[in-house]
């Protein structure tokens, strides 16, 4: 069963500039969540999918955003990029069944902005 | 406002004695704890999780305890090996309708030395 994939692995962008980024979650799960990872500041949550509606929302600006397409892949958008927006964008994929399920976790996105 | 606390930003061990990783929390309303750990460069991997119900799980080397009326968890490895020197990651959850996002701790770096 492949695991979660993250495209690209890694990015450079220019501050200003907007950015997409893709997760395919394990076959068969339905829940993709979006996290970002910078340092000292352990995994903040951005926001969650299911059945391509967004169900949960962290404390994130307007400027990120997502969706969630009918066979559960999902992409996140990251507009007018500020350097504070360099950082590991975690996706992670659950299945839909029973509460508190553990989510696994793909590779990650490295954005850099410069 | 960090519901999930890890205090301890490094914590190094020698191969072969134990490893006890802490974690406190704030929200009274969490019911499910886990833990993962993290390889550089990789996404994190669910190592083992707890229900509110219990105080106790045991996997292997792997050991949580939840101590509800402190708040307080903690991870053990017995006996610490090289391979676990990671980054160890404590999340909590909120029961919901439906899924729920986890909220994380900053982490904890372990580092087994030989």
């Known amino acids: 069963k492949a695991g979660v994939t993250q495209t690209p692995r890694y990015l450079i962008k220019t501050r200003g500039q907007q950015v997409t980024l893709s997760c395919s979650p394990i076959?068969?799960?339905?829940?993709v969540s979006w996290y970002q990872q910078t340092p000292g500041q352990g995994l903040q949550f951005l926001f969650e999918y299911f059945s391509e509606t967004q169900r949960n929302k962290g404390n994130f600006p307007g400027r990120f955003s997502g969706r969630q397409f009918s066979n559960s892949r999902s992409e996140m958008n990251v507009s007018t990029l500020e350097l504070g927006d360099s950082a590991l964008y975690l996706c992670?994929?659950?299945?839909?069944?029973?509460?508190?399920?553990?989510?696994?976790f793909g590779q990650g996105t490295r954005l850099t902005v410069v | 406002d960090q519901q999930v606390k890890q205090n301890s930003p490094s914590l190094s061990v020698q191969e072969g004695r134990i490893s006890i990783l802490n974690c406190d929390y704030t929200?009274?309303?969490?019911?499910?704890f886990l833990w993962y750990k993290k390889y550089p460069a990789e996404g994190p991997t669910f190592l083992i999780s707890?229900?509110?119900?219990?105080d106790k799980n045991e996997d292997g080397r792997f050991t949580v305890f939840l101590n509800k009326s402190a708040k307080h968890l903690s991870l053990h490895i017995v006996p610490s090996q090289p391979g676990d020197s990671a980054v160890y990651f404590c999340a909590a959850s909120v029961p919901n309708s439906g899924n729920t996002p986890l909220v994380f701790g900053k982490g904890t770096r372990l580092s087994v030395i030989a």
């Open positions: 929200n009274s309303m969490f019911d499910y």
């Open positions: 707890i229900s509110s119900i219990k």
């Open positions: 992670a994929s659950s299945w839909e069944g029973q509460l508190n399920t553990e989510a696994f």
């Open positions: 076959s068969g799960h339905r829940s």
